[in-house]
C-alpha cells in the first residue's frame, strides 16, 4: 500500500489497521492480489512449503483467468519460478510484468520491494500513454 501511495510512508502501519478501503482503491485500479498458495505456507518445513508453493502454481491459471487481469507481477523468489511457468503455460506470459522476482516486503526487503514495484508501475502507465 505505501508503494502505490494507499499509506503514507513514514506512518506505521499497525497490526489490526483495517485495510479495507486501500483494498478497495487497490482492486479499483485493476489491481488483484492472488496468493499462490490458498493455504497458509509459513509455518510449513521447506521441503513442504516448496511442494505446497508448486502445487499452488498450477492453480493460479485457473484464478487468474477469473479476474482477467491486463497485467501480472509475481512476488517473492520462491514463487516466481514456479507461478510464471504456469502462468506462461496458460497463455498468461505476456502479462507478467516482472522478468525476475520481486522481494516479498518483510524482514527488512520493504524499501527495495516499493522501490521496484513503483517501477513497474509506473513502467506500465508510460506504457499505456505511448
Do not use: Y
Not at 485457473?62 to 517473492?76: A, F, S, W, Y
Amino acid at each position: 500500500m505505501r508503494a502505490l501511495e494507499f499509506w503514507p510512508v513514514d506512518r506505521p502501519m499497525r497490526k489490526g489497521c483495517d485495510k479495507q478501503s486501500m483494498l478497495r482503491r487497490f482492486r479499483s485500479i485493476g489491481f488483484f492480489l492472488i496468493d499462490t498458495c490458498e493455504l497458509s505456507v509459513d509455518k510449513l518445513q521447506p521441503r513442504q512449503r516448496r511442494i505446497s508453493t508448486i502445487q499452488g502454481a498450477s492453480t493460479l491459471p485457473r484464478r487468474v483467468r477469473e479476474l482477467d487481469p491486463t497485467r501480472i507481477v509475481i512476488v517473492k523468489k520462491t514463487v516466481f519460478k514456479p507461478a510464471r511457468q504456469s502462468l506462461t503455460e496458460a497463455g498468461f506470459g505476456d502479462r507478467i510484468m516482472n522478468t525476475k522476482p520481486l522481494p516479498f516486503p518483510s524482514h527488512g526487503n520493504q524499501r527495495k520491494f516499493r522501490t521496484m514495484i513503483r517501477r513497474l508501475v509506473d513502467k506500465d502507465r508510460l506504457r499505456k500513454v505511448d
